[in-house]
């Protein structure tokens, strides 16, 4: 997929784009390379005065679009399945997928990311099994997938404790020398906005800050922390708390896929020369509830999502392609088709996962084993017998 580096005059236009993004009145301040519109725009400042662009050939302009709809695919059928009673729970990313595979491809294969839980477009990225979060969700194993292979921590369901780990692994790449040059390591701890309201985002940014740790911190600003908007939060735009840390902020049109990418690998690049931190507020919304626990309509009204609606990330991808006529009818039928095809082998997958015994809750708790573990697994297990040939 795209590897395009930001800096670059962009390759495989049919039409010039715009020039620098000139703020628009009613809109917040941000980065932005595509409008709602689809209309490319070559650069856009920062409000530190650094130029964001990206050099991308045709071909990976269309492979940003096939992740935008397979990653929202295999998001929606997820959802599906635990309306139907298949997971427990699912926290979806619709509206977010600009952000998240913007963040996740602009990762280079030695950087670490710490996401949260809702975090599926950059582990789509990252090449892990869709499947992985599935099980999780579905209540059958813990995940599944090796942090160290694919570079891609666990999820995290405390809200905000991520970005401690991603601070303290940060530390440890400095620590190690591996820092310094194009080779050197960089790591990303995702969060949302509610999460910029706990004490354990606040104590990351001070040691990250600090110890100078190759880190940027991206918070997916979706409007809500759970029912309780953004103005209840703060009373100035979530990138400029950096300042008071001591490490700069940008604030990025989280539904534009280019100008996430563009943002992220500067970003990124910066923390492994040794520049230290940074954040980055994706200005983004979530378009559905928090989780498929939570009914979005009691906190906030039909024209607001109609609005966001507008924004989409995939329809202004798709728009540019059209305009630039770099994919044809063709190619976005054999997208929604891939798309349709992976998520029904999704959901024939995550049917015919085994349920675990009972008693292997009690399995990898400990490396080495405990032989108060052993006591309860004993004490658990002749419980469970009780039961056999009982109407129970």
Same mark, same amino acid.
């Given at each position: 997929m795209a590897k395009g580096d930001p800096g670059v005059t962009s390759?495989?236009? /049919?039409?010039?784009?715009?020039?620098?993004? *000139?703020?628009?009145?009613?809109?917040?301040?941000?980065?932005?390379?595509?409008?709602?519109?689809?209309?490319?725009?070559? @650069?856009?400042?920062?409000?530190?005065?650094?130029?964001?662009?990206?050099?991308?050939?045709?071909?990976?302009?269309?492979?940003?679009?096939?992740?935008?709809?397979?990653?929202?695919?295999?998001? *929606?059928?997820?959802?599906?399945?635990?309306?139907?009673?298949?997971l427990g729970l699912w926290a979806s990313l619709l509206g977010q997928e600009a952000a998240q595979v913007g963040a996740g491809r602009a990762l280079r294969p030695q950087d670490m990311a710490f996401p949260t839980y809702r975090e599926h477009g950059v582990l789509y990225c990252r090449g892990i099994d869709p499947i992985m979060p599935l099980g999780l969700f579905r209540g059958v194993d813990q995940g599944g997938w090796d942090p160290n292979e694919f570079k891609f921590n666990m999820y995290t369901i405390v809200i905000g404790a991520q970005t401690l780990h991603a601070a303290g692994y940060a530390m440890g790449v400095t620590m190690d020398g591996r820092t310094g040059g194009d080779d050197g390591e960089a790591v990303i701890a995702f969060f949302g906005d509610g999460a910029s309201s706990q004490g354990d985002v606040n104590e990351s940014f001070v040691w990250?800050?600090?110890?100078?740790?190759?880190?940027?911190?991206?918070?997916?600003?979706?409007?809500?922390?759970? @029912?309780?908007?953004?103005? /209840?939060?703060?009373?100035?735009?979530?990138?400029? /708390?950096?300042?008071?840390?001591?490490?700069?902020?940008?604030?990025?049109?989280?539904?534009?896929?280019? *100008? @996430? !990418?563009?943002?992220?690998?500067?970003?990124?690049?910066?923390?492994?020369?040794?520049?230290?931190?940074?954040?980055?507020?994706? !200005?983004?919304?979530?378009?559905?509830?928090?989780?498929?626990?939570?009914?979005?309509?009691?906190?906030?009204?039909?024209?607001?999502?109609?609005?966001?609606?507008?924004?989409?990330?995939?329809?202004?991808m798709k728009a540019f392609l059209e305009k630039q006529q770099i994919a044809d009818a063709d190619f976005f039928a054999e997208v929604d088709e891939q798309a349709r095809a992976e998520s029904v082998h999704l959901r024939e997958r995550v049917l015919a996962m085994p349920d675990p015994e009972p008693v292997t809750m009690f399995d990898h708790v400990y490396p080495n084993g405990s032989s108060e573990l052993?006591?309860?697994?004993?004490?658990?297990?002749? !419980?469970? *017998? @009780?039961?056999?040939?009982?109407?129970?």
């Open positions: 390759r495989g236009r /049919r039409a010039a784009p715009r020039s620098k993004r *000139a703020a628009v009145a009613g809109e917040p301040e941000l980065v932005q390379l595509l409008t709602p519109e689809g209309e490319r725009i070559d @650069s856009a400042l920062g409000p530190d005065g650094t130029e964001y662009r990206v050099d991308f050939t045709d071909e990976e302009y269309r492979g940003l679009y096939r992740d935008l709809v397979l990653v929202r695919r295999l998001d *929606a059928e997820a959802t599906a399945l635990q309306r139907q009673g298949e990250a800050s600090v110890f100078n740790a190759p880190l940027v911190f991206f918070c997916q600003n979706n409007q809500y922390a759970i @029912s309780q908007p953004l103005e /209840r939060q703060t009373r100035v735009p979530l990138y400029k /708390r950096a300042g008071g840390f001591g490490f700069p902020g940008v604030r990025v049109d989280g539904n534009d896929v280019l *100008a @996430s !990418y563009a943002v992220t690998r500067h970003a990124l690049d910066n923390a492994r020369h040794g520049q230290g931190p940074s954040l980055i507020e994706a !200005y983004t919304y979530r378009m559905g509830a928090h989780t498929t626990s939570d009914d979005p309509t009691r906190y906030r009204i039909a024209s607001e999502v109609e609005a966001w609606q507008a924004k989409d990330p995939i329809a202004r052993d006591e309860q697994r004993e004490q658990f297990s002749k !419980y469970l *017998a @009780s039961f056999e040939g009982s109407a129970h």
